[in-house]
């Protein structure tokens, strides 16, 4: 599976962008799918999930401020951010997985930049 994400940019802290993510097949074949985030010089960390029954889950830093979500009908996964900080610069990647495990379909990224 493909997986292509845009909607990312330049904004002011305090602002929002929502990204989305689509993928060349339905998503009805993924058990659940993830955001996840990488900033220069840092670890990938995990920012959200929507699984089964579209029951979803978040980082610490992103419960409040993010909303994950997706459209079977479009086969796309959205991260909606709201409440952005400088510190929330970084290239963010979908990911998908077939069963309840390890993600094993990624996008390419779209860079997310935060000024103050």
């Known amino acids: 599976v493909q997986l292509v994400e845009s909607g990312g940019g330049s904004v002011q802290a305090g602002g929002s962008l929502r990204l989305s993510c689509a993928a060349s097949?339905?998503?009805?074949?993924?058990?659940?799918e993830g955001w996840f985030r990488q900033a220069p010089g840092k670890e990938r960390e995990w920012v959200a999930r929507?699984?089964?029954?579209?029951?979803?889950s978040y980082a610490d830093f992103a419960t409040g401020r993010f909303t994950i979500s997706r459209d079977f009908g479009k086969n796309t996964i959205y991260l909606q951010m709201d409440s952005l900080r400088p510190e929330d610069t970084a290239m963010y990647y979908c990911?998908?997985?077939?069963?309840?495990?390890?993600?094993?379909?990624w996008g390419q990224g779209t860079l997310v930049t935060v000024s103050s």
């Open positions: 097949e339905t998503l009805l074949k993924f058990n659940h």
């Open positions: 990911a998908a997985s077939r069963f309840a495990g390890e993600y094993e379909s």
């Open positions: 929507i699984g089964t029954g579209g029951a979803t």
